[in-house]
């Protein structure tokens, strides 16, 4: 199960490690390039649903969707504007005129 912040690669990465294997050998398995299984789990490429459930099927391993809640807008909205009207609230810190670092002398 992809827990909070687990990426596609990171699953892809702990079934290799569970089931012991590197990834030219899952890559074999499941009839995908090694580049590709490596692409996946440096989160260089994002792989489809019917790439995951090939490759977890390829080590014997059954992939299932679970429905979320969904999102309810009106309340996230709700949420979002009292958080901006706070942020408003708060006292501005000023620190003067923004200073930036001159470029003469410097090689072109």
């Not at 390039?33 to 996946?40: K, Q």
């Not at 390829?58 to 992939?63: A, D, I, N, T």
């Not at 999102?71 to 709700?78: N, Q, S």
């Given at each position: 199960?992809?827990?909070?912040?687990?990426?596609?690669?990171d699953l892809l990465?702990?079934?290799?490690?569970?089931?012991?294997?590197?990834?030219?050998?899952?890559?074999?398995?499941?009839?995908?390039?090694?580049?590709?299984?490596?692409?996946?789990?440096?989160?260089?490429?994002?792989?489809?649903?019917?790439?995951?459930?090939?490759?977890?099927?390829?080590?014997?391993?059954?992939?299932?969707?679970t429905p979320v809640?969904?999102?309810?807008?009106?309340?996230?909205?709700?949420i979002l504007s009292?958080?901006?009207?706070?942020?408003?609230?708060?006292?501005?810190?000023?620190?003067?005129?923004?200073?930036?670092?001159?470029?003469?002398?410097?090689?072109?």
């Open positions: 199960m992809l827990a909070a912040g687990q990426t596609a690669g990465r702990d079934i290799r490690r569970r089931t012991g294997l590197r990834q030219a050998e899952l890559a074999r398995r499941a009839g995908v390039p090694r580049s590709v299984i490596s692409a996946y789990e440096t989160g260089r490429r994002q792989p489809g649903v019917d790439a995951l459930e090939r490759i977890a099927e390829s080590v014997g391993l059954r992939l299932t969707l809640a969904p999102v309810d807008h009106v309340r996230a909205g709700r009292q958080v901006l009207d706070l942020a408003e609230s708060l006292p501005a810190r000023r620190r003067g005129p923004l200073e930036y670092p001159s470029l003469r002398g410097l090689p072109r």
